[in-house]
T-cell receptor, first 115, second 112 residues
């Protein structure tokens, strides 16, 4: 068990460019989540998958954002036409579906800076 | 909507001091409650949880009791160590929903 890994750790891009982040969850976990965290704030939910199905998307996730989990394993989060307001830490988490009190395992995040 | 309010930081204490970080919540259903911790340079880790009223979560000397009557889940530790320096997040999960709602975090610094 190597934990949740995210790539890259840091990404600097110019406004208007597209960026893609990758998340590899813990292998037996069937749920995968994306969160966004800005400086001094707690993480905010963006979306989650159960296996390959995207089951919920936050209103924070504009049309410029798209997430996929094609085979129910790794996931990608793409941001098109980046804006300065997209600068944040993007966190991925995974879990094994269970009842109340489900435990999420978080990756170290991808820090995005849009210039 | 569902929300979590945490005690504002930063909090600075001396080693062996008593710690309380306040957390209150607003929720439409019956949430599970969590404390997550983020050590410098690391990802969020679950510290403890409680899934129903009057449950007490505990781990690494930290405790928190789910108080439905006061909608609170305060984090306590009797004697803090330098290694407890981190950012602490209170969070809730509504049963049947699959998103954690986090507070804004409280940065804790313990001085030797």
């Amino acid at each position: 068990d190597t934990g949740v890994s995210q790539d890259p750790r840091h990404k600097i891009t110019k406004r208007g460019q597209n960026v893609t982040f990758r998340c590899d969850p813990i292998s037996e976990h069937n749920r995968l989540y994306w969160y966004r965290q800005t400086l001094g704030q707690g993480p905010e939910f963006l979306t989650y998958f159960q296996n390959e199905a995207q089951l919920e998307k936050s209103r924070l996730l504009s049309d410029r954002f798209s997430a996929e989990r094609p085979k129910g394993s790794f996931s990608t989060l793409e941001i098109q036409r980046t804006e300065q307001g997209d600068s944040a830490m993007y966190l991925c988490a995974s879990s094994l579906a269970q009842g109340a009190g489900e435990k999420l395992f978080f990756g170290s995040g991808t820090q995005l800076s849009v210039l | 909507g569902d929300s979590v309010t945490q005690m504002e930081g930063p909090v600075t204490l001396s080693e062996e001091a008593f710690l309380t970080i306040n957390c209150t919540y607003t929720a439409t259903g019956y949430p599970s409650l969590f404390w997550y911790v983020q050590y410098p340079g690391e990802g969020l880790q679950l510290l403890l949880k409680a899934t129903k009223a009057d449950d007490k979560g505990s781990n690494k000397g930290f405790e928190a009791t789910y108080r439905k009557e006061t909608t609170s889940f305060h984090l306590e530790k009797g004697s803090v160590q330098v290694s407890d320096s981190a950012v602490y997040f209170c969070a809730l999960l509504i049963q049947g929903a699959q998103k954690l709602v986090f507070g804004q975090g409280t940065r804790l610094t313990i001085n030797p």
